[in-house]
């Protein structure tokens, strides 16, 4: 697929605004809804508030809020003010936050109030944040803070009718393979082309030659009803949330802080939601053990689809999702902040696949380590070409590795492992590095390992990940201390607190008098992840 005409989100968004009707649900959070009529006025008066505030084009917007209306809103009024959205994880510690807000140039932070505490902290550090702007979500914020209501809520809310660039920029901040978190760049005219550019290849629609055309064929669609689950501010529930927005539907997000199958359920009866988005079993065996506890009390028969990204979805969910309502499509994306469109697995009541076997993507191909294409019963890392990120902001040498142009051609290889099977399908073996993928979230041992062994008790840390019914994926370390010391787990786990958000934190943290590295002091991930589940009693 190739496109010339120059798609820019704002434009897109700024066309929708102008022939949406008013009345329609742009987003759905507990008891509110922001109308599109709301949300065209409250997005273009943010636009211009963050204009008149010294922003400027190309600036960058940090959003560390939790799944709410004002994420959607602020994307969009970064979209129309032509400034680069910066996804912020809302669990980091502060020194994290230092790090990404720095790295990523942000002048503008959007947080929500529950955060200010950190705001505090964190704002004498960042000489280059300008603004920051606090968002009402029911806790006490900060005196004196510029409120986002009063700047959504001052002014006539009419477009601001700029020129915009095709090569206008999202960040999507991801840990990458190694290594501290790397903004990924995408062009948006790269993003929506390679979302579909406003076609859907599962229903045989063709992307959409231009604006005009596309605004005609949305008038002609039953809008959709979104319901992403993971938070927005990761890749797999943006773009769930900024493919409602850019296809004149309804985003509806849950007032939860924590993921509730139940409420998550009702929503979905409630608002006729057409498509969820999950992240494998951790959302998907909670909804389906509340499905069967509460027969007849669910009706989800609105929803078309079930997308997952990102971890293993087992087959005997599927199965019993399908049972609940046998028109789902289920649908696993092998995709990466990187890469979009590695591979996909389709699961409908006639088609079920086995866990972890994809279809290899259109403009896709796997290679082994020298960049040599791979065959039938081979295994390498899967690389897509097409439309692409740019790279990572400010790291050149990273980009490099990962974005490498093969025979003429550039592709992007986050290090994602397969074997391609006799019928030409893909198994998807793990990333070539020892990332672990919790819920989602992605765990990187070495920055684990180093904040263990900070400890005074700890003499070396090696840290791996272990099969979990309930996230894919746990955390789990192995230990040598130093002499006359002895285990305390719970010490270990406030100690490392300090250091690591929540999720990064070991779910068991075990003792080995030797961790057996080899002489020239690398790990021995697999021993150590075999001892590890043995001791554990956890089957591999």
Not at 487 to 495: G, N, Q, R, T, Y
Request: charged content about 25%; glycine content about 10%.
């Amino acid at each position: 697929m190739s496109s010339i005409y120059p798609w820019n989100y704002g434009d897109i968004l700024e066309a929708i605004d102008a022939t949406v009707p008013k009345e329609r649900p742009a987003f759905i959070h507990g008891e509110r809804i922001i109308t599109w009529g709301e949300f065209a006025t409250r997005s273009n008066n943010l636009a211009r508030a963050l204009l008149a505030g010294g922003a400027g084009s190309g600036d960058k917007i940090a959003f560390y809020l939790r799944n709410c209306p004002e994420y959607g809103e602020g994307i969009a009024a970064a979209f129309k003010a032509r400034l680069t959205h910066v996804n912020v994880n809302y669990r980091y510690v502060d020194h994290e936050l230092v790090y990404l807000l720095d790295n990523s140039d942000a002048t503008v932070v959007v947080y929500g109030a529950e955060f200010t505490e950190h705001v505090r902290h964190i704002r004498g550090k960042l000489p280059k944040v300008a603004q920051w702007i606090e968002v009402n979500d029911g806790y006490a914020g900060e005196d004196g803070a510029v409120r986002y209501d009063d700047l959504v809520t001052a002014g006539d809310g009419s477009p601001l009718a700029m020129e915009r660039s095709p090569d206008d920029l999202l960040f999507l901040y991801t840990g990458g393979t190694t290594g501290m978190p790397k903004g990924v760049m995408w062009r948006h005219q790269d993003l929506w082309c390679v979302t579909g550019a406003g076609g859907n290849p599962r229903a045989g629609i063709p992307p959409a030659p231009d604006l005009d055309t596309y605004i005609r064929r949305l008038s002609g669609e039953a809008p959709p009803v979104n319901l992403p689950l993971p938070p927005i501010m990761h890749g797999t529930g943006l773009l769930a949330a900024i493919g409602a927005m850019s296809r004149a539907g309804s985003c509806v997000t849950l007032p939860g802080r924590s993921f509730e199958p139940e409420q998550a359920l009702a929503a979905i009866d409630r608002h006729k939601v057409t498509a969820a988005t999950i992240v494998g079993d951790a959302f998907a065996r909670p909804m389906l053990e509340a499905l069967d506890a509460n027969p007849g009390r669910y009706d989800i028969s609105s929803l078309r689809v079930i997308s997952s990204s990102g971890v293993m979805w087992t087959r005997k969910i599927k199965e019993g999702l399908i049972r609940h309502n046998p028109e789902l499509m289920l649908a696993d994306g092998f995709s990466s902040s990187e890469a979009i469109g590695l591979g996909a697995s389709i699961t409908t009541r006639e088609a079920s696949v086995d866990v972890a076997k994809f279809t290899l993507g259109p403009t896709c191909k796997v290679f082994d380590e020298h960049f040599r294409e791979v065959g039938v019963g081979e295994s390498g890392m899967v690389g897509v070409s097409g439309f692409l990120p740019i790279g990572y902001y400010k790291d050149e040498e990273k980009s490099a590795r990962t974005f490498p142009v093969i025979n003429g051609v550039r592709y992007s290889i986050p290090g994602d492992w397969v074997r391609i099977e006799t019928d030409g399908s893909l198994t998807l073996l793990g990333r070539g590095s020892n990332c672990i993928n919790t819920a989602g979230e992605k765990v990187y041992p070495e920055e684990v390992e180093e904040a263990l062994k900070h400890h005074e008790s700890v003499s070396d840390a090696l840290v791996v990940g272990l099969p979990d019914d309930k996230w894919g994926q746990s955390v789990n370390a192995v230990v040598s201390l130093h002499d006359g010391y002895a285990l305390d787990e719970v010490a270990l786990k406030d100690f490392a607190r300090r250091e690591l958000a929540g999720y990064k934190l070991p779910k068991r943290i075990l003792a080995k008098d030797d961790l057996e590295r080899a002489p020239n002091g690398k790990a021995n991930y697999k021993l150590i992840r075999e001892y590890a589940a043995k001791q554990l009693a956890i089957e591999l």
